[in-house]
């Protein structure tokens, strides 16, 4: 083959290989930006419940789907949309419908560790994405049921994120 | 200046043309490499529109610039026949086993055949990956390895990576790759291809069990 063919050959393929380029980098923004969650929210363990709040800094109106998982075991889904007014005084959100509450089931007594994960669709709910929302809530379950929070050195509830 | 430097041609300087054919494989080999794992995955088929068509094309103005006519490429009649006669035994064979195979696994839904009618658009489908397998990548593997075994299992390797991650079609399509690479090399007709490969294709797709190939899907498609 002459070098002019040969010349525009090697142009093409470094054509097509930045075209190939910007279209994969394109694809990555735009799949980090859609598919992963930003959410702020925290959680604890009250006497007989997992509680927190949890915002989606994306749409702070939107009320957030929640599942709780304890030990690792899937417990429970629900919609945080409940009272709390403590995340508006500490600016987290403008409105104080985000809290969350799930009932602890009846569970062995002794050390359990809780996580609370806010749930991010995307692709018309095709595709779902889990952020755990603050820190694994670890508690203790005394003989009665009652759950006694075992803190760790993180921010406490109200603010924390 | 050296007298030798003045008399090469500036592109000879910067690639050779095994160079350059290696370099076009593998330049066609991401493409599909990037539709299959990268866009038909997170950009949904419009926008795999895009890698595919720019390998077209350049496939397209690589033959165009090498004065590669329709009929150096196998989109011709006169060797049909041959070309036939050499592919049947192995695609016969082939279609034996996937029959066999699967009604002994209890895997056949042969029905479904007549009742998609997507199958209608199966011969061009083969029929366009045996023009960028062979009719490329086969031809360029040529130019780098020369005709035979080194070039044929090249040409197969490549077409059966485009398979991955489904593990049973990796190995059938990297013997499928070697048979019809190799009568390309001895009969180059594309015609003749697309016919094997839409009978073993449709066959192995609806006799063997479904568990075993996952719809024939392929790419990052197959783990979703």
């Known amino acids: ?161 | 200046m050296d007298q030798s430097e003045i008399n090469i041609p500036r592109a000879e300087k910067i690639i050779g043309e095994r160079s350059l054919a290696t370099w076009e494989i593998i330049s066609v080999f991401i493409s599909f490499l990037i539709t299959e794992w990268i866009v038909l995955a997170l950009g949904g088929k419009f926008l795999a529109a895009i890698p595919v068509a720019a390998a077209f094309a350049y496939i397209l103005v690589s033959h165009r610039l090498r004065g590669e006519t329709p009929r150096d490429l196998g989109f011709r009649m006169d060797n049909f026949v041959p070309a036939l006669w050499l592919v049947a035994i192995p695609t016969i064979g082939a279609l034996a086993c996937f029959l066999l195979i699967g009604w002994s696994a209890g895997g056949w839904r042969l029905d479904l055949l007549w009742s998609r009618p997507r199958y209608l658009l199966l011969p061009l489908w083969a029929l366009a990956q045996q023009y960028v397998t062979q009719g490329f990548i086969n031809r360029r593997a040529q130019t780098v390895l020369g005709r035979g075994w080194k070039s044929v299992l090249v040409t197969a390797s490549i077409f059966a990576l485009l398979h991955m991650p489904n593990l049973n079609l990796v190995w059938l399509t990297f013997i499928g790759g070697i048979v019809w690479a190799a009568t390309y090399q001895l009969r180059p007709n594309l015609f003749a291809l697309a016919i094997s490969h839409t009978l073993t294709s449709m066959i192995l797709a609806r006799a063997l069990p479904n568990i075993w190939v996952n719809s024939m899907r392929v790419g990052l498609k197959y783990f979703l």
């Open chain 1, 1 to 161: 083959m002459d070098s002019a063919p040969r010349s525009k050959l090697v142009q093409l393929l470094i054509a097509k290989s930045v075209i190939e380029i910007i279209l994969v980098a394109g694809l990555a923004v735009g799949f980090f930006l859609m598919t992963f969650p930003h959410f702020e929210g925290w959680g604890e363990a009250t006497p007989h419940a997992i509680e927190g709040w949890v915002v989606s800094q994306q749409h702070p109106e939107q009320k957030v789907e929640v599942q709780l998982f304890i030990d690792d075991r899937f417990i429970s889904s629900g919609v945080a949309d409940r009272s709390r007014p403590d995340i508006v005084i500490a600016g987290k959100s403008k409105d104080e419908w985000h809290g969350f509450s799930f009932e602890i089931p009846v569970l062995n007594q002794g050390y359990h560790v809780a996580r609370a994960y806010a749930v991010h669709s995307t692709l018309k709910g095709s595709r779902k994405t889990l952020q755990m929302i603050g820190d694994p809530i670890r508690f203790d379950l005394d003989a009665e049921g009652r759950a006694r929070w075992l803190r760790t050195n993180s921010p406490k509830a109200t603010g924390g994120s």
